[in-house]
């Protein structure tokens, strides 16, 4: 089973609604990441959490909101999608003792 | 501010050393990454570098050079396999990664 896994793969919406993504961890880790990327423009950091009762905002939050249920899980949202919010969004997680980020497969969000 | 530079394509033949180059100028660093990430999928840790100097591992190596900003990855005997976007990272003060917008490597015959 993969260590870290996000829900659902792929996701086509319309303008105006709201959707959640999902990401779980077996690893154990305390911290984790939501980034998103775009083509040329790399990996962008929207959001972060250090452990349950730590979120952060990154680089481009606005327009998105997030929620860490438990260590092992932490949710994006879009609160009322746009098309510009279309992209390869990636979920990440951490040791606070070890320097490497482990990625979560990806969800492909369409916004119509 | 936060600025990472890394070439847009690279072309290589199999068997060849490709060097890919990454420039940075960030606030704050704490160590310098590498990720290979192949079409639709998650990045893959290849390498972190946070003293100077050139860390080996297999076919590939990552030198650093934190007086000038500046690292590269080197893959040698190039397989198909690793056509791939290569993605530069550096670990700013505030312990958070900020990302170069990668390197796509086609490896041709």
């Known amino acids: 089973d993969a260590d870290v896994t996000q829900t659902p793969r792929n996701r086509i919406t319309k303008t105006g609604k709201r959707i959640m993504l999902e990401c779980s961890q077996t690893k154990g880790h305390d911290r984790m990441y939501w980034y998103r990327q775009d083509p040329g423009l790399g990996l962008r950091l929207i959001y972060y959490?250090?452990?349950?009762?730590?979120?952060n905002k990154g680089e481009i939050s606005d327009g998105y909101s997030v929620s860490r249920q438990a260590q092992a899980k932490f949710s994006l949202s879009l609160e009322s999608a746009i098309p510009n919010q279309t992209a390869l969004y990636f979920c990440a997680t951490r040791d606070s003792r070890s320097y490497e980020q482990y990625f979560g497969p990806g969800t492909r969000l369409t916004v119509t | 501010g936060q600025n990472i530079d890394q070439p847009t394509e690279m072309t290589a033949t199999e068997g060849a050393i490709v060097q890919i180059n990454c420039t940075y100028q960030t606030s704050g660093f704490n160590g310098l990454f590498w990720y290979q990430q192949h079409a639709g999928e998650a990045p893959t840790f290849l390498s972190y570098n946070v003293l100077d100097g050139l860390e080996e591992k297999g076919r590939f190596s990552s030198f650093l050079s934190r007086s000038k900003g500046y690292s590269y990855l080197l893959l040698k005997e190039l397989q198909m396999k690793d056509s791939a976007s290569y993605l530069c990272?550096?670990?700013?003060?505030?312990?958070?990664?900020?990302f170069g917008q990668g390197t796509t490597l086609q490896v041709k015959p």
């Open positions: 959490s250090f452990d349950v009762k730590d979120i």
């Open positions: 990272a550096v670990r700013d003060h505030t312990g958070k990664l900020i």
